[in-house]
């Protein structure tokens, strides 16, 4: 039941930028039919981290989502090239986003975005033991932040106020493991 039932008749590239490549795939599907399948490559990992300091406060970068057309509060996340360490892109999220650089690093889950349409890697950290800095944003960034109790956060979640899935897993994930502390 493991092995791929799909075959693949003939794939074309339609899109292709810096970040991610479309291509379009004319398919046999798992029960025999004719049909098309649309895939996304990124190009990136998806990289998050939860900044938790020992106040048991964490970090949220509030920016508005142009594709969502709303306003989202999120983790600090970003984008790492595959052929660099995910941990050296979360270093330079963190920085860029927020101005922190963290000492202590430890990787809280790996998860697919979007599985049935892309290949996204998402990648969380938990940051630990900060010095402050200037943030670092990027041109097509406009951000706020905030540093609020990780209680408060959970709440966010929990009232459907944090939407964004890396932050909203990040964060439920981050409350299971202090539950068993």
């Known amino acids: 039941m493991e092995e791929n039932p799909w075959q693949i008749l003939e794939s074309k590239a339609i899109y292709d930028n810096p970040w991610i490549e479309i291509t379009e795939h004319q398919v046999i599907?798992?029960?025999?039919?004719?049909?098309?399948?649309?895939?996304?490559?990124?190009k990136n990992y998806a990289i998050g981290i939860i900044a938790l300091d020992e106040d048991d406060q964490i970090w949220l970068v509030g920016q508005y989502r142009f594709p969502l057309k709303a306003y989202s509060w999120e983790i600090p996340e970003g984008g790492g090239?595959?052929?660099?360490n995910p941990l050296t892109s979360a270093k330079r999220e963190l920085l860029e986003?927020?101005?922190?650089?963290a000492q202590h690093w430890?990787?809280?889950?790996?998860?697919?975005?979007?599985?049935?349409?892309?290949?996204?890697l998402a990648i969380i950290y938990l940051a630990r033991d900060f010095e402050q800095f200037e943030a670092q944003p990027e041109e097509t960034e406009e951000l706020l932040v905030k540093k609020i109790p990780f209680e408060e956060a959970y709440q966010m979640v929990l009232r459907g106020e944090i939407t964004d899935s890396?932050?909203?897993?990040?964060i439920l994930r981050l409350k299971l493991i202090k539950a068993k502390l």
Not at 81 to 84: I, K, Q, R, V
């Open 97 to 101: 986003e927020t101005g922190l650089v």
């Open 81 to 84: 090239p595959l052929n660099t």
């Open 29 to 42: 599907n798992p029960t025999g039919g004719k049909g098309i399948y649309g895939e996304v490559h990124f």
């Open 106 to 120: 430890e990787e809280l889950l790996r998860m697919h975005l979007s599985n049935s349409v892309s290949d996204e």
């Open 166 to 170: 890396m932050s909203v897993a990040a």
